[in-house]
């Protein structure tokens, strides 16, 4: 039996496994599709929100905040990609100025450090190609930029060399409460717990409502994406968000930690729990928006478009606790923004909760520190040919855009809880991520798969068992 069984792989539910792991207990997630940042955490804007735009008091305020402090000594630790460029909010209308001065203070009352308002002058200096339009900004210093898939790798696999199992391809159908334990029905058997961690995305709702009488209702609220080239990646440094009018929230321009251009996303309530597909209707918008915000749309350097979802719960704030009516269930439901930036300070308040419910202990032999994976593009040039010296595949470049070697992406398969799909290596290596999304190493990307696996080449999927590549060979 095991103490705790987290449901769900993504930002939350691998955060809790993490702080989870630092105690002497059998944990286990359960992750319903083939990988980790599968769901809910696998498209977003991938910032680290700074904390000024959470109504104070909320659970969102306080765990934005207390998470944008964690990213520091996190991603050092962990060694994710992390740079603390800043926000911008434009005002286009000197009128709404007073909008901005209560940003700034609902942000000081939530305790968000470097928070100013800066006028036109200052904003040109700062950002020459926004639009001729704002006339004003408030400036948050904390906010950052991250690599969203590393983040939620990186958590998952410290957690699993700490001793966390990982089952994937396993959906939770329904639980049975025994006097000791909770016991969890599977599309692949019963497990059984002490206490179970409801982190299951646009998807907790339901689990929650399997248990308890006090039923809760998330809407998947999807968002749209652009994502531009590097070549105009500088466009702007740091992140610029609209001050809401009255036409609407606006969108969100921001550089990747990657180097790219990102711009969305839109806010539509939908239906489907799986409806992450792009509209003309919700594009058309991002590109009639973003003309708010910078001088010229990049038309000519979108390489691909997305879009994700939001885990909106009809209480509009996070829900981490346990179930009242329920004893020993624990959720982690309406995560939605800023779920990724929260999701460190949201793993160690679950973690402390279930610590004092099960009375654990702390281990002495946590590992606190992941080395990651030997990606060529952030070594100096002598780190690279020493690492070519060691192993030839260092050198051999199969992703062009990106320039990523055969050494990375064999290296990112066996990695722990490694890539086994073309997509669960374009997120840990960016091999595919590039310009040509794909069209040139796709098919040496399976060919490695299926050498490395032993598995044959009709076998290797996009991302999950339904995503066939290779369906047969034409001259057989």
């Known amino acids: 039996m095991y103490d705790v069984l987290i449901i769900g792989g993504g930002f939350s539910g691998s955060a809790i496994a993490r702080?989870?792991?630092?105690y002497n207990a059998k944990i286990a997630v359960l992750e319903k599709t083939e990988d980790i940042c599968e769901g809910t955490s696998k498209a977003n804007t991938a910032l680290a929100h700074g904390g000024f735009d959470a109504k104070p008091g909320t659970l969102k305020a306080k765990l934005n905040v207390q998470g944008n402090k964690m990213m520091d000594k996190?991603?050092?630790?962990?060694?994710?990609?992390?740079?603390?460029?800043?926000?911008?909010?434009l005002c286009f209308d000197e009128k709404d100025i007073p909008k901005l001065e209560e940003l700034k203070e609902r942000g000081e009352k939530n305790g968000v450090p470097g928070l100013s308002i800066i006028n036109q002058e200052e904003l040109r200096k700062l950002e020459p190609n926004i639009t001729d339009d704002a006339v004003a900004a408030l400036l948050c210093e904390s906010a950052g930029i991250i690599c969203t898939f590393t983040l939620n790798f990186a958590l998952a696999e410290n957690a699993y060399?700490?001793?966390v199992e990982f089952f994937f391809n396993t959906a939770v159908e329904g639980f049975t409460k025994k006097e000791d334990r909770w016991i969890v029905h599977t599309n692949n058997g019963d497990y059984e717990a002490k206490a179970v961690v409801n982190a299951a995305g646009v998807y907790a709702d339901e689990l929650h409502n399997m248990v308890s009488s006090k039923k809760h209702s998330i809407t998947p609220r999807r968002g749209q994406y652009f994502l531009m080239d590097k070549q105009v990646g500088d466009t702007v440094k740091r992140t610029v968000f609209q001050l809401p009018t009255k036409f609407g929230k606006g969108i969100v321009v921001t550089p990747t930690v990657d180097g790219n251009l990102l711009i969305g996303p839109t806010a539509e309530d939908i239906e489907d729990k799986e409806g992450v597909d792009t509209t003309k209707e919700g594009l058309d918008e991002i590109m009639?928006?973003?003309?708010m915000t910078l001088k010229s749309f990049p038309y000519g350097s979108v390489i691909t478009s997305f879009s994700g979802l939001r885990a909106h719960d009809e209480e509009d704030d996070f829900v981490v606790e346990e179930v009242e009516d329920a004893e020993y269930f624990f959720d982690a439901l309406g995560i939605e923004s800023p779920g990724l930036t929260s999701s460190p300070a949201i793993g160690l308040m679950m973690a402390n909760l279930i610590r004092d419910k099960l009375n654990l202990q702390e281990k002495d032999n946590f590992k606190e520190t992941r080395e990651g994976l030997p990606?060529?593009?952030r070594m100096t040039p002598e780190?690279?040919?020493a690492l070519i010296e060691k192993d030839s595949s260092f050198s051999k470049i199969i992703c062009r855009c990106e320039m990523i070697t055969e050494g990375e992406i064999v290296a990112a398969i066996h990695s722990p809880l490694g890539?086994?799909?073309l997509d669960g290596l374009k997120r840990r290596v960016r091999a595919g991520a590039g310009r040509c999304q794909g069209g040139f190493c796709s098919p040496k990307v399976i060919e490695i798969i299926s050498r490395e696996l032993n598995i044959p080449q009709e076998e290797v999927m996009k991302n999950n068992s339904n995503s066939k590549i290779i369906l047969g060979r034409t001259k057989e």
């Open 74 to 89: 996190l991603t050092k630790d962990l060694n994710i990609p992390f740079e603390r460029n800043g926000a911008l909010v």
């Open 19 to 22: 702080e989870l792991s630092k």
């Open 375 to 377: 990606l060529t593009n």
């Open 161 to 163: 060399e700490n001793g």
């Open 288 to 291: 009639e928006k973003s003309k």
């Open 419 to 421: 890539g086994k799909t």
């Open 383 to 385: 780190e690279h040919k």
